[in-house]
């Protein structure tokens, strides 16, 4: 009895087809925007530090002594020690340096004893706004003090809200001290801590003194 060849053709047909829609290798079309984002990612953390260096590096007329010790010095913040104190790396290689800002004192971090009011909120302030910013420190009459120190105005921009010394006494978390011969701006310091404490800023309504 001889068979029929066309269920077999009709089977043979049916696995070619599948295997057709098995094996066919997908696309490797994409749009060019997934591509670039799979080869070319964009470090959009470095691009905005990279634009904010530039814009400091371009500051120029900041705020200094009278009578500088030096001229203005870019650096890079490694970290603060506390709200008035911090270690920088100078843009020009030299070693990195304490720098101890004029004008102001900030209340005291933990160390041996409990940190003073207000001490761990200046220091969080000073380290949350500078550190590893490029920033500009401007000079008084006198560059270091006793400890070796560098006495400084610390600058991120013009103006107020960029100087900050300034900054440390308008948002109430550092008091005016006046240290001679550093007293270029004793006065615009003074004024700036009475406004913080008649507005009540910062430790002038946290900290009884």
């Known amino acids: 009895m001889r068979t029929s ?3 077999r053709l009709a089977v043979l047909l049916s696995l070619t087809a599948l295997c057709a829609a098995a094996c066919t290798t997908p696309s490797t079309d994409a749009p060019d925007s997934a591509v670039q984002v799979e080869d070319e990612p964009r470090d ?3 691009e905005a530090l ?6 400091v590096r371009a500051l120029t007329g900041l705020p200094e002594g009278d009578a500088p010790c030096a001229p203005p010095m870019l650096a890079r913040v490694d970290y603060a020690v506390d709200g ?3 270690y920088v790396y100078p843009d020009d290689g030299s070693p990195r340096t304490k720098v101890r800002l ?12 409990p940190a003073e009011c207000y001490g761990n909120d200046a220091w969080d302030f000073t380290q949350a706004a500078l550190t590893g910013r490029l920033v500009w420190i401007t000079f008084d009459a006198e560059c270091q003090d ?3 120190r560098t ?4 600058h991120r921009d013009t103006g107020e809200s960029g100087f900050h010394n300034r900054r440390l006494l308008r948002e109430g978390y550092a008091t005016q001290l006046t240290v001679q011969p550093n007293d270029t701006y004793a006065s615009t310091f ?9 507005d009540g800023n910062g430790l002038w309504a946290a900290c009884t003194r």
């Open 84 to 86: 008035d104190t911090l």
């Open 102 to 113: 004029i004008g102001l004192n900030t209340p005291e971090v933990e160390h041996d004893d």
């Open 190 to 198: 003074r004024a700036d801590e009475q406004a913080a404490r008649s």
């Open 44 to 46: 959009t953390a470095a």
């Open 151 to 154: 006495l400084a105005f610390l």
């Open 5 to 7: 060849t066309v269920p």
């Open 50 to 55: 990279a634009a904010d260096d530039a814009r």
């Open 146 to 148: 006793d400890y070796g």
